[in-house]
Every structure is written in structure tokens, then in C-alpha cells.
């Protein structure tokens, strides 16, 4: 198209501006700032009413490049307008001063878009591979169903919540989510969260659940783990500013808040960078509620750790009348063996049995793990035997509160 002379009106305003036509204080303030100001909210309250509208990642993603072409299409066409009603501006006997400021803005606006060229790279191709269905985390997860136990294995990248979504509209049996994952988009996590609550399903953490998976971890009524790590750190996105990720870890921050967890446990886990990780203890992640139930298969393995070392360390003294001689794991069961240096037949049973349960009781459950694992199903069961291997007495703790 054949360059019109600044001092030509179309009619059209937008040519009009961009050809330096219009007067500079419209150019400036009107284009340049007004009309820029209100791109920029326009496309930011759409972005943000497609996302709360529950949108797929693909659509968000598509819109936010859309968002980001607009702006930088309106920020061009600002600047070359203002340039050029700059001088034409002077041509028509106005301010220097004032043309040379409206130029040195248009600069400083430039600068500062080049200034974020990398990181607008990075992001709009990451857009565009999510808006593409091409992510860059790969494939989506495995998920498989058995006997009422959901799998997920692998990155939660694009489509793992629609497989997810399909698995249960299949099997509507589903109360149990095992996830081993270490991580992926926030977006698909929040998704599988939603659905994991919906059908107040219990979770499992696999060998390992990392970064986004927690969000899907701790959407369980009851949340266990097969003894890997869990890990924690900040969310990231390719390309986005300092002030971007802030509001992204506010959201985090705030989604962790909602399950509860303290906020001296939050502050740590996102107090690790993206390319870091905080592995906490299981006994930190039962403290702070990350996990708050143990799956039956870890009780099995415990007691049969457990009983192999009393039985190695046996027989053990428990006071001056009391021995602890053996144990034996049965399941979800753990059997104690005592053997106390009297005969039964010069004791009072009821009260031997009611002092041995109070202190059996209060020793099992002051330690930190015992009421979590009673409530998990776990059963410990005391039997006393006197000198002569007679029953004293034999009862079972399977709660902290009262013994049977």
C-alpha cells in the first residue's frame, strides 16, 4: 500500500493514526495510552473469564496468544502513530520539546518490549505447542483401573484429566486414586483434584508425587503413600515474569491453604525454587495433614519389620516382673508376647488386666505415628503369659481411646 502523506485524512481512523494524521495529543493520549490501557484490561478480563469459565487448557492457551498478538498489535500501531504525528507535529509549528517526549516515550516503550523478548518467546511457544495439543511434557499419563483403584503414571501434561474423566465415567466404582507423577501443568492437577473430591475418593502417592501432583494428593478424603517422596516447590511457567509467577504461587499458596495445610509447612514448600524440591519426612507430612492415613499393604510391611526386630532383640526387659519375649505380625495385626515372673494364680486378674491395658494404651498411642496407623486399621494386640506360660490376660488397641 502506497505511504499517505501525513498531512492526507482518510477518514479511517484507524489509518488515520497510524499514518501520523491525527494531532499529537489525541495520537498520545487517546491511542497511544487510552485505547492501549483499555486493550490490555479487555484481553486480560477475557483471558481470565475463559479460565474461571472452565475452559481446556488448549482454548485458555489459544486465547492468551490471541491476548498477547492483540496487545502487541495495538502497542505497534500506537507507537508508529505517535512517531509520526511527532513530526508532524513540528511541521505544523508545534512544540519540539514536546514531539521529542512523546518520541523518547515511544522508545522507552520499545526498550522495554525487547526487554522482554526472550521471555515472550519462551512463552508463546509454549502457548502455542498447549493451544496445538502439542505439549512439551509429552504424552499424558497412564491411567488404568482395577477392582476400584485408579493409576496414574507419569508427567500430568495435556489430556491426563480427560483420560482421567473418561476412566471414571467408566468405572463408577472408583474410590481409590494411586498418582505417580512427578509433576506437570497446574491446570490438568486442579482438574483431577476437582473430580478426585467430587467422588470424595481417598488418594494414594505412588514412588514418587512431586510439585503439581500434590494438588491431586491432597484432594483425598484419606491421603496415604507407598513410601516415596512427596516433594514441593514454587510453580513455574516458561517465559513468565517475576510479578507472574508471584500471582501463579499465590494461587498455589492459596490451594494449599484450602486443604489445610499450616502455614509454616506452605512457606517452606514454596520456598523452593522451580528447579529445587523439599522432600519432607512422613512424619512431617502426617503433622501437617499431607497424609493422614496409611495403606493397608505399608501396615502389612511395618508389622513385619516391627516383629522380626523385637524378635531379634528378645527377650527384652520391660520392668522388674515383665519381659517382653516375642512377636508376630498377622496382617494388619501385631501380636506383643510378655511373660511376667509370677504365677497368675497369686494375682488379682481384673485389676492386673485393667492397670496392663492403661499402660499398654497410653504407650501405644503417645507415639506419633500410632494413631494414625490405628485409624488406617492397624490392631495391636498385648497377651501376658505368668512364669508358666498361663494366659494372664490378652486384649486388643485398636483405637486411642479404649482398648477391647
Known amino acids: 500500500m502506497a505511504y499517505i502523506q501525513p498531512t492526507e485524512r482518510t477518514g479511517n481512523y484507524i489509518f488515520d493514526h497510524w499514518n501520523g494524521a491525527q494531532p499529537l495529543a489525541q495520537s498520545y493520549w487517546i491511542n497511544g495510552s487510552l485505547i492501549g490501557v483499555l486493550a490490555t484490561i479487555g484481553t486480560t478480563l477475557a483471558v481470565a473469564w ?71 518467546a519462551q512463552s ?40 482421567v474423566a473418561r476412566a471414571m465415567a467408566d468405572q463408577p466404582n472408583v474410590q481409590t486414586v494411586e498418582i505417580n507423577s512427578p509433576g ?27 510439585s503439581a501432583c500434590t494438588v491431586v494428593l491432597l484432594a483425598g478424603l484419606h491421603r496415604s503413600s507407598v513410601g516415596g517422596g512427596v516433594g514441593f516447590h514454587q510453580a513455574s511457567f516458561p517465559g513468565l515474569s517475576v510479578a507472574e509467577l508471584h500471582e501463579m504461587n499465590a494461587e498455589m499458596r492459596q490451594s494449599y491453604v484450602n486443604a489445610g495445610l499450616p ?24 503433622a501437617a495433614g499431607v497424609l493422614n492415613s496409611m495403606t493397608r499393604e505399608r501396615i502389612i510391611d511395618d508389622n513385619l519389620t516391627s516383629a522380626q526386630a523385637i524378635r531379634a532383640k528378645a527377650p527384652t526387659k520391660v520392668d522388674n516382673l515383665i519381659i517382653l519375649t516375642s512377636a508376630k505380625a498377622s496382617g494388619m495385626k501385631l501380636t506383643f508376647t510378655y511373660q511376667a515372673r509370677v504365677d497368675r494364680s497369686l494375682l488379682d486378674l481384673r485389676e492386673v488386666g485393667n492397670k496392663l491395658k492403661s499402660g499398654a494404651q497410653h504407650d501405644i ?16 494386640e498385648h497377651e501376658y503369659l505368668d512364669q508358666n506360660g498361663a494366659l494372664i490376660t490378652r486384649y486388643q488397641i485398636t483405637a486411642c481411646d479404649t482398648p477391647r
Open 50 to 120: 475463559l479460565s474461571e469459565s472452565g475452559a481446556s487448557i488448549q482454548s485458555a492457551s489459544a486465547a492468551v496468544l490471541a491476548a498477547t498478538g492483540i496487545l502487541l498489535t495495538v502497542t505497534l500501531w500506537g507507537a508508529v502513530g505517535i512517531w509520526r504525528s511527532s513530526n508532524r507535529h513540528v511541521g505544523l509549528g508545534g512544540s519540539l520539546g514536546w514531539a521529542n517526549a512523546a518520541k523518547a516515550m515511544v522508545v522507552l516503550s520499545g526498550l522495554s518490549v525487547l526487554g522482554q523478548a526472550s521471555n515472550l
Open 124 to 163: 508463546t511457544t509454549e502457548l502455542a505447542g498447549l493451544a496445538t495439543n502439542n505439549d512439551s511434557m509429552g504424552p499424558p499419563a497412564s491411567v488404568r483401573v482395577a477392582n476400584g483403584l485408579l493409576r496414574i503414571d507419569g508427567p500430568l501434561s495435556l489430556g491426563t484429566a480427560d483420560a
Open 184 to 210: 506437570g501443568r497446574i491446570g490438568e492437577a486442579r482438574e483431577i483434584a476437582r473430580m478426585v473430591r467430587e467422588r470424595e475418593a481417598d488418594t494414594v502417592a505412588g514412588r514418587q508425587c512431586m
Open 263 to 286: 502455614g509454616r509447612f506452605i512457606d517452606q514448600a514454596l520456598a523452593r525454587g522451580p528447579d529445587d524440591m523439599w522432600f519432607p519426612d512422613e512424619p512431617e507430612l502426617f
Open 365 to 380: 498411642c503417645q507415639r506419633p505415628m500410632a494413631p494414625m496407623l490405628l485409624r488406617s486399621g492397624a490392631i495391636y
